[in-house]
């Protein structure tokens, strides 16, 4: 889809992800979509038992383009107690996706929360998921084209442009100063002086 | 009742799926879906054997809004998100970008504790609306008036905070806009002093109604292994008896200094649901009453640094360095160094987080948002099968999505 606007002025880095690892709690792994079923499937058995988001984010320039992101947390159903919870382990998958093959295996076999949160990315970032059972638009219409998270996605369409606006552009009588029923305010006024008998005061004149 | 296909897809639509099963559309208009939520729902006789949840109809792009504009900008359209507590949005983003600044142990202790204070008044408030709400689901006219009563004045408090008294944008990367103002603590304390009277008003109007009760207990169970595997977090997740909380698990903004408890129940139906987010609000008035004693302190409510804090209007007018940080704040607001960054709150609705990228420039490259309720809304796929459709209602209803946040 062809951009009508800019996307924002680019900044210094290409690749801004895991330059400062120590900022937050969460571990990051860094993986290519071969690897990461193997990956996921062993920290879900190391005792990342929840998946808590996917999203996904568009690097432009950089290769591999997309990366999906992966939050996982070490919270079992086991833990009963506040001491038992703790403070949970956060990890951060980063899968980078190439834009020519963007493909990566489905999680949703694994955790039935990554139904929706695939389908979410799929829809804003034009990721498939190889093996989602309805992968499917969620957030946009169904009948809708591009995907608008990405960066060369404009901010505003470009029919949208290209379209005058309905609301105005169609009502001559509003440009040329008069309203749809023909009664301006001197009509109005000289039709109630007549109706009065006196004579029309039309400053106009 | 008879089949009509081909029917208009608003409303009610009713479609015969042959061999005895029914597909009834409920929504995207249903008044007990707490906004546009369409539920596809297949039936036997009146038993759900699988619904789907549509959403996406209040998409609004909020996330690709944020891209375009300045740091200073984004929390204006964060706030919108989950615009029944929109402070939690607008607190979690902005210690998101103070993470990435480096800037999280500069932000005032006074700043903190009005955060803490706001977050939780609008977990109060918000709860209000699923108490009101959800009580009118199930027939419960009087609840509404009391618990919007209650809420009515906390946005007066969030009114006196920031100027609006739903979306107030008042809270700040470095602190806050302004100090409390004159007068707040006095109408927070009329606040807490109706608080308790009018809790025992609405649990004697609510929890204990037998009707309430018959529709509630045993309805929508949820266990606490399937509430993991689905992401689940929040009351709805305490209601399964995980105790996992992110103001214990991971302490911001000074939530170490308080004492609360973390409410959990086992049961995992719709009543323990009920029962966690009623309590949880009284735990939100202990930590308020305790953030009302430390706030008799004045103090700093903004970061010193003036790269990223407007200056104090009044050395404006004698300072052109002031002048000059002033004006490029507002025209092109600062640069945040490359980074990603996960931050998390306890939401009213269960862990919100946002996944911020900066890459060096004056605007968020990415703002992923962790949206707690579309993940608690998702799990009514499993936990509606087998249930009456009549109870549909009462199980949206407990798990509370609010769909600014679902669809974003």
């Given amino acids: 889809m062809p951009s009508s606007q800019t996307p924002p002025a680019g900044g210094t880095a290409l690749d801004p992800t895991a330059v400062r ?38 690097y432009p320039g950089r290769e ?15 833990a009963r107690t506040v001491a038992a919870v703790g403070k949970p382990e956060r990890v951060r998958v ?37 093996g989602h059972p309805d992968l499917r638009r969620i957030q946009m219409p169904v009948e809708w084209e591009g995907y608008p998270l990405r960066k060369d996605y404009p901010l505003r369409g470009p029919a949208r442009e290209k379209t005058p606006r309905p609301s105005f ?37 | ?26 929504g995207p208009q249903h008044p007990s879906t707490h906004g546009v939520l369409q539920v596809i729902t297949e039936l036997e006789g009146e038993t759900v054997v699988r619904a789907d949840p549509e959403i996406g109809y209040l998409h609004t792009g909020i996330e690709k809004s944020a891209e375009n504009l300045f740091w200073t900008q984004a929390s204006t359209v964060i706030e919108r998100m989950d615009y029944l507590s929109p402070l939690s949005n607008a607190c979690c983003f902005i210690m998101g970008v103070e993470q990435l600044l480096g800037i999280t142990g500069d932000i005032p202790v006074r700043a903190q504790q009005a955060r803490v204070l706001l977050c939780e008044l609008h977990r109060i408030a918000s709860h209000c609306v699923w108490l009101g709400t959800g009580g009118i689901d199930l027939g419960a006219i009087s609840g509404f008036f009391y618990a919007f009563d209650l809420r009515e004045r906390i946005l007066d408090l969030t009114e006196l905070s920031g100027g609006a008294r739903m979306h107030p944008n008042y809270l700040r990367i470095g602190g806050l806009r302004d100090d409390l103002p004159e007068g707040f603590l006095r109408k927070l304390d009329e606040l807490i002093a109706m608080y308790y009277p009018r809790m025992r008003e609405l649990r004697a109007l609510l929890q204990k109604n037998p009707i309430l009760q018959d529709r509630m207990i045993d309805v929508g169970i949820l266990g606490a292994d399937d509430a993991i595997a689905w992401g689940i977090t929040g009351p709805a997740l305490r209601a399964t008896g995980v105790p996992y909380d992110v ?43 305790q953030v009302r004693k430390k706030l008799e302190t004045p103090g700093p409510v903004m970061i010193a640094d003036t790269k990223f804090a407007p200056p104090p209007k009044e050395t404006i007018a004698l300072s052109m360095e002031a002048l000059i940080h002033h004006f490029k704040i507002v025209s092109e607001s600062f640069r945040v160094p490359p980074g990603d960054v996960y931050q998390a709150i306890e939401g009213p609705r269960g862990e919100l987080g946002y996944y911020i990228v900066s890459n060096g420039d004056n605007r968020p490259w990415r703002v992923r948002t962790r949206p707690p309720s579309m993940y608690n809304l998702q799990v009514l796929k499993k936990i509606a099968v087998g249930e009456y459709i009549a109870d549909m209602v009462v199980m949206i209803g407990s798990l509370d999505p609010v769909f600014g946040e679902v669809d974003r």
């Fill in chain 1, 169 to 205: 552009a169609l009502k001559s009588n509003v440009a040329a100063g008069t309203p749809a029923s023909g009664r301006t305010a001197a009509a109005l006024q000289r039709q109630i002086a007549a109706a009065r008998g006196q004579t029309p005061k039309d400053d106009a004149k």
């Fill in chain 2, 247 to 289: 103001r214990r698990a991971f302490p911001y903004s000074g939530y170490e200094q308080y004492e609360f408890d973390v409410v959990t129940r086992t049961e995992g139906d719709a009543y323990a649901r009920f029962m966690v987010r009623l309590d949880e609000m009284d735990q939100s008035m202990r930590i308020i009453e």
């Fill in chain 2, 1 to 26: 009742m008879t089949a009509s296909a081909g029917a208009p897809a608003h409303g009610l639509e009713v479609v015969d799926a042959g061999d005895g099963r029914m597909i009834i559309s409920m």
């Fill in chain 1, 21 to 58: 690892p120590d900022i937050d709690d969460a571990r990051i792994i860094r993986v290519t979509p071969a690897e990461i079923r193997a990956t996921l499937e062993r920290l879900k058995g190391e005792g990342f038992a929840m998946l808590l988001d996917i999203g996904g984010a568009d």
């Fill in chain 1, 94 to 130: 980063l899968c980078g996706v190439p834009e020519a093959d963007p493909t990566v295996p489905t999680m949703s076999d694994l955790w039935p929360a990554a139904d929706w949160a695939e389908r979410e990315v799929y829809d804003l970032f034009g990721v498939h998921f190889s």
């Fill in chain 1, 64 to 78: 591999p383009r997309f990366d999906v992101v992966y939050h996982l947390i070490a919270l079992t159903s086991g």
